[in-house]
């Protein structure tokens, strides 16, 4: 896997990298302050060449889930 770029949502560092010849990997940490020692909360991934986008809103969704009180999609 090939270090692409280094984005942040919501103060969760999300790094971008090549996976495989034609997808992309998004490893996603929480941030120092809500963990000890370095944590990885998710790897997506995806292998379309033109799926960039989709594989970040993906791992925003999962930080977004993460930082959600529980139950707060729970069906009534």
Known sequence: MAY?????HRSFPMEVKEFGDTGW????YVPAGLA???QKLAVVTN???NGLT????RARAEIDAFL?????????
Not at 4 to 8: F, G, K, N, V
């Open 4 to 8: 692409i770029e280094l984005r942040y």
């Open 25 to 28: 990997a998004v490893h996603v």
């Open 36 to 38: 000890a020692a370095r």
């Open 47 to 49: 292998s379309e060449p």
């Open 54 to 57: 989709e594989v970040i809103q």
């Open 68 to 76: 959600s009180p529980p139950g707060a999609h729970a069906l009534a």
